[in-house]
């Protein structure tokens, strides 16, 4: 009986990491598609079509606040604090977009490359990453995209993940 049983388990797993083997995707993430605005991409949307992948990587694009500061999906870590209010003109779009066949699979663009250190100790800093972040979920969830794609390259060597001289020890850090 407990073989049995054994054998039934290994062939529902089997059988269910086939089923997810089939369903593998091709999502783009380029500097092309990257830096046009959701709207950009819907114009182009029947055309892009015309290829063979499932889905994009989208960035909100020309965030504009009311006092005239600029917002990108970079600035996930840094000052003004995100709010909803000024990304939403854009997920009808981001939605609208997402309706399309090559598209479906999509992700939106979160945080990119970091440009300063975040000092591990500033809870300011990290509580508003932690608050962008939340409101990018939210917008991740209203325009019904499969998720976030988190570019964490170093592309400027500014080692924010691993632990310095001078940085706190790894157990003060955790507290």
């Not at 083997?21 to 380029?30: G, H, N, V």
């Not at 003004?80 to 992700?107: G, I």
Request: proline content about 5%; aromatic content about 12%.
């Amino acid at each position: 009986m407990k073989i049995r049983r054994q054998i039934v388990w290994t062939l529902a797993l089997a059988t269910t990491s086939l089923a997810f083997a089939a369903e593998k995707k091709i999502i783009t993430y380029s500097w092309g598609t990257g830096s046009a605005s959701p709207a950009e991409l819907l114009e182009k949307a029947d055309e892009l079509e015309k290829g063979p992948v499932d889905g994009f990587t989208i960035a909100f694009k020309d965030v504009k606040r009311p006092t005239g500061e600029w917002l990108a999906p970079r600035q996930l870590r840094s000052d003004p604090e995100w709010r909803y209010e000024d990304f939403a003109p854009q997920v009808p779009v981001v939605r609208e977009l997402l309706t399309h066949k090559s598209f479906k699979e999509s992700l939106i663009r979160g945080w990119s490359v970091l440009d300063k250190r975040v000092d591990w100790q500033d809870d300011a800093a990290w509580a508003r990453f932690a608050h962008n972040f939340g409101v990018l979920a939210a917008l991740v969830r209203d325009c019904g995209s499969k998720g976030v794609v988190i570019d964490h390259e170093d592309y400027h060597k500014i080692k924010q993940f691993f632990r310095l001289e001078g940085d706190p020890e790894y157990d003060e850090l955790v507290k």
